[in-house]
Antibody, heavy 117, light 111 residues
Framework: QVQLVESGGGVVQPGRSLRLSCAAS????????MHWVRQAPGKGLEWVAV????????YYTDSVKGRFTISRDNSKSTLYLQMSSLRVEDTAVYYC??????????WGQGTLVTVSS | QSVLTQPPSASGTPGQRVTISCSGS????????VNWYQQLPGTAPKLLIY???QRPSGVPDRFSGSKSGTSASLAISGLQSEDEGDYYC????????????FGGGTKLTVL
């Protein structure tokens, strides 16, 4: 069964940190770029970050640059998102997604991050 | 504000054909392929159409996509109640500000 399973979400105070994980199973992981996409409550989808298949190239949306770090461990088929200096506006469901050729072919079920005092 | 522009809502009765538009610019739709994602209530997004008009395995042929210049559209024929949900267009963007751009989403209601 093809699965991307996110974990690590929760309630956190502004300025604190959180690390999300995305574990892949039943699908090829190490040969594909991986992305994080988020969705604020009641809002649309927003791309957050991408990491190349080998981890050597990473890109971020402007609003998270310098605060979020994407990484991966191909030996564990796991993707990570280290989030620091969290803001209220980072509150969202965070999805991991595998990149096919310029499209997201598999998505996880999402993990909710709530930033609130 | 989303760079790709979609109508916020669309509706139709069962069996009808509906279309959802997606407008972009030369840096995204004009130079890259368009993908469509379906998000049913309470679920994660799912790939519906990729590379402008290709359907992944398992997606009914009631769903079709097209692209012309800097615009794209999704057509759903033989509308069914289970099609009710949100639909998002997306494209890679060649500008410096983003990697992937999504439309704001269209909420489809089956009357």
């Amino acid at each position: 069964q093809v699965q991307l399973v996110e974990s690590g979400g929760g309630v956190v105070q502004p300025g604190r940190s959180l690390r999300l994980s995305c574990a892949a199973s039943g699908l090829s992981f190490s040969g594909y770029a991986m992305h994080w996409v988020r969705q604020a409550p009641g809002k649309g989808l927003e791309w957050v970050a991408v990491i190349s298949f080998d981890g050597n190239n990473k890109y971020y949306t402007d609003s998270v640059k310098g605060r979020f770090t994407i990484s991966r461990d191909n030996s564990k088929s796991t993707l990570y998102l280290q989030m620091s200096s969290l803001r209220v506006e980072d509150t969202a469901v965070y999805y991991c997604a595998r990149e096919g050729f310029l499209y997201f072919d598999y998505w996880g079920q999402g993990t909710l991050v709530t930033v609130s005092s | 504000q989303s760079v790709l522009t979609q109508p916020p809502s669309a509706s139709g009765t069962p069996g009808q054909r509906v279309t959802i538009s997606c407008s972009g610019s030369s840096s995204n739709i004009g130079s890259n392929t368009v993908n469509w994602y379906q998000q049913l209530p309470g679920t994660a997004p799912k790939l519906l159409i990729y590379s402008n008009n290709q359907r992944p395995s398992g997606v009914p042929d009631r769903f079709s996509g097209s692209k012309s210049g800097t615009s794209a559209s999704l057509a759903i024929s033989g509308l069914q109640s289970e099609d009710e949900g949100d639909y998002y267009c997306a494209a890679w963007d060649d500008s410096l500000n983003a990697f992937v751009i999504f439309g704001g989403g269209t909420k489809l209601t089956v009357l």
